[in-house]
């Protein structure tokens, strides 16, 4: 929310303004009382953020996959949050979240219904990049406390620690639309943020590669390794986003790759942690027409069917009846 920054944030010194997060995070984090729930997010990029490219997803119970997804909308100005709240609290409580001018979204999605052991995770295009819980476990960890990110926190992260983070009791709120950001380091730091996991990608088809810095200026290159050879896709890409690339059907499947991207002014690079693989693309196999007249396919062989026999098929088949 554009509410204004402590005296703090204005008295830095010009080390502490220089110094970038390498994406948005979650700053502040509100399990209270009833329906007193609050996520807060902050933008120390050093630009303005389109936050429809962001989502809020909950697990539930410390348990299976994340999901009630929340997308963002709006551009978040730099050093500034973004705070989202369940707006069951209207009314129910003495701490009534709904209305307060540090508030940018009131909802009933699922994504701010949590309680003490349901991790809230943090996405860009679809990819996680923080987290506030410890996912997968079914404890409570969060119960009943507003935790608030420690002002030299500057990287998202997809592993939860509670040493990055302060502990306020039940219905703390007074911090709730603002953050205190120091930066924590003016060295300059690229993240791969996707691909980072062992994945296959396969032969003609599209993926997006995603990254983010801080204190990196300029451009970045954008680079494929297959062993020790790297091959520059873009060689002029900004220094956060994505990149959109089409696996050529040039390269050897089974050969295994990692994304690289670094600052042309050789400041800052960084390598996906694990390897994917190139496959090729699955065949789609349907029945034959003689099965197809026959009825279901026998469910133990299945067939390419060909153009040819597709326009057979609808040409015999189109005023059938069933």
């Given at each position: 929310?554009?509410?204004?920054?402590t005296?703090i944030i204005?008295l830095?010194?010009?080390?502490?303004?220089?110094?970038q997060?390498?994406?948005?995070?979650i700053?502040?984090?509100v399990e209270?009382?009833?329906?007193?729930k609050?996520?807060e997010?902050?933008?120390g990029t050093?630009?303005?953020?389109?936050?429809?490219q962001?989502s809020?997803k909950?697990?539930?119970?410390g348990?299976?996959l994340?999901?009630n997804?929340l997308?963002?909308?709006?551009?978040l100005?730099?050093n500034?949050?973004?705070v989202v709240?369940s707006?069951?609290?209207?009314?129910?409580?003495s701490?009534n979240l709904?209305g307060?001018?540090?508030?940018?979204?009131?909802?009933?999605?699922?994504?701010?219904?949590?309680?003490?052991n349901?991790a809230v995770?943090?996405?860009?295009n679809?990819?996680?990049?923080?987290v506030?819980?410890?996912?997968?476990?079914?404890e409570?960890?969060?119960?009943d406390m507003?935790?608030v990110?420690?002002s030299?926190?500057?990287?998202p992260?997809?592993?939860?620690?509670?040493?990055?983070?302060?502990?306020?009791?039940i219905d703390?709120?007074?911090?709730?639309g603002i953050?205190?950001?120091?930066g924590?380091?003016?060295?300059?730091?690229i993240?791969?943020?996707?691909?980072?996991t062992?994945?296959?990608?396969?032969?003609g088809?599209?993926y997006m590669?995603?990254?983010?810095?801080?204190?990196v200026d300029g451009?970045?290159?954008?680079?494929i390794?297959n062993?020790?050879t790297?091959?520059?896709?873009?060689?002029?890409?900004?220094n956060?986003?994505?990149?959109?690339?089409?696996?050529p059907e040039?390269?050897?499947?089974?050969?295994t790759?990692?994304?690289?991207?670094?600052?042309?002014?050789?400041?800052?690079?960084?390598?996906s942690?694990v390897f994917f693989?190139?496959?090729?693309?699955?065949?789609?196999?349907v029945?034959t027409?003689?099965q197809?007249?026959?009825?279901?396919?026998?469910?133990?062989t299945?067939?390419?069917?060909?153009?040819?026999a597709?326009?057979?098929?609808?040409?015999?088949?189109?005023?059938?009846k069933?």
């Open positions: 929310m554009i509410r204004y920054f005296l204005l830095m010194c010009s080390v502490f303004l220089s110094a997060a390498t994406d948005l995070i700053s502040e984090y209270g009382s009833s329906y007193n609050a996520i997010i902050f933008n050093g630009n303005a953020v389109d936050l429809s962001y809020l909950k697990q539930v119970n348990a299976g994340f999901g997804e997308i963002l909308s709006g551009s100005a730099n500034d949050v973004f709240v707006n069951g609290s209207s009314g129910t409580t701490h709904v307060q001018p540090y508030v940018d979204l009131d909802t009933a999605s699922g994504a701010l219904s949590f309680n003490g349901d995770g943090l996405y860009r679809g990819t996680m990049i923080d506030v819980g410890i996912a997968n476990q079914v409570n960890w969060g119960q507003t935790l990110r420690n030299n926190v500057y990287m992260t997809t592993t939860f620690s509670m040493t990055e983070w302060t502990q306020y009791p703390t709120l007074v911090n709730l953050h205190t950001f120091t924590g380091s003016t060295t300059p730091v993240v791969v943020t996707y691909p980072n062992s994945l296959n990608w396969y032969l088809q599209t590669i995603t990254w983010s810095s801080a204190n451009n970045v290159n954008i680079g390794l062993g020790e790297l091959s520059v896709i873009d060689g002029s890409a900004p956060s986003g994505s990149y959109t690339f089409s696996v040039t390269y050897q499947t089974g050969d790759y990692r994304i690289r991207i670094a600052a042309v002014n050789g400041s800052a690079a960084d390598t942690d693989s190139i496959m090729e693309l699955p065949v789609t196999l029945p027409i003689a197809l007249r026959m009825g279901t396919p026998d469910g133990t299945i067939y390419r069917l060909t153009g040819e597709i326009l057979a098929y609808q040409q015999t088949y189109r005023n059938k069933y």
